[in-house]
């Protein structure tokens, strides 16, 4: 399997669960000290967000970098606290933030079962000014504009840890409500990595928000 160096990446990582919600957050430490945190909808079993700490520097921790989400959150894994969104609590140290103007476009990431989904937010141009194409030598997805006011290389880790590189005729583009709409159609190796990394799951011993029991406790 092409997939099979990350299944053992992840496999090495010292991993905690924890149930909030309806939500399971895994929170991956690796032997490299690279740290991932992932939050999986229980319904579903897609994974809704997916954050990376690199290792540790000098002065201070570094910041989370977001790979996946449909909006930036705030994440905590300090402890098991949470607010009353059943979120983690943050902490001055162990958070990440992200602001962006309110008119520059704004890239965000969801996956499905069967798609990968981008969304550019404040792109007011219509559909025929875009021009989205998939880039294998750069294992990325290049977005440009023909009146040049916008470029980006979004790049897709999904596919490199399976082994394999985008092509266009997965990809579909829409737009509306000034927003730039990018699907890339699942192929069926993806599908089957991201079986098997829940599958890896499954046999990780997971916690319960004690907050979320207590409330659905007194709400009976």
Not at 68 to 79: A, I, K, V
Not at 123 to 148: C, D, F, G
Not at 178 to 189: F, M, R, V
């Amino acid at each position: 399997m092409s997939y099979q160096n990350w299944l053992n990446y992840l496999t090495s990582a010292e991993k905690n669960s924890m149930i909030s919600g309806r939500l399971r957050k895994v929170l991956y430490k690796f032997p490299d000290g690279q740290q991932m945190a992932e939050d999986y909808n229980l319904d579903t079993g897609v994974v809704l967000r997916r954050a990376w700490r690199k290792c540790k520097q000098l002065m201070g921790q570094p910041e989370w970098e977001i790979e996946l989400g449909e909006e930036p959150r705030q994440l905590n894994w300090s402890g098991n606290t949470t607010n009353g969104a059943g979120d983690a609590a943050n902490t001055p140290d162990d958070d990440f933030m992200l602001r962006e103007s309110n008119t520059a476009p704004l890239l965000t990431k969801r996956v499905t079962k069967k798609n990968i989904e981008w969304r550019i937010r404040n792109m007011p141009y219509p559909l025929n000014v875009y021009n989205v194409s998939a880039s294998p030598e750069q294992h990325s997805i290049i977005v440009r504009t023909t009146n040049k006011k916008y470029y980006k290389v979004i790049p897709v880790p999904e596919l490199d840890r399976c082994g394999t590189s985008p092509a266009q005729s997965n990809i579909s583009v829409h737009h509306q409500f000034n927003t730039l709409i990018i699907t890339y159609l699942k192929p069926p190796i993806l599908c089957e990595m991201e079986a098997q990394v829940l599958l890896l799951l499954k046999d990780v011993e997971t916690e319960t928000d004690m907050d979320d029991l207590l409330k659905g406790l007194m709400a009976k």
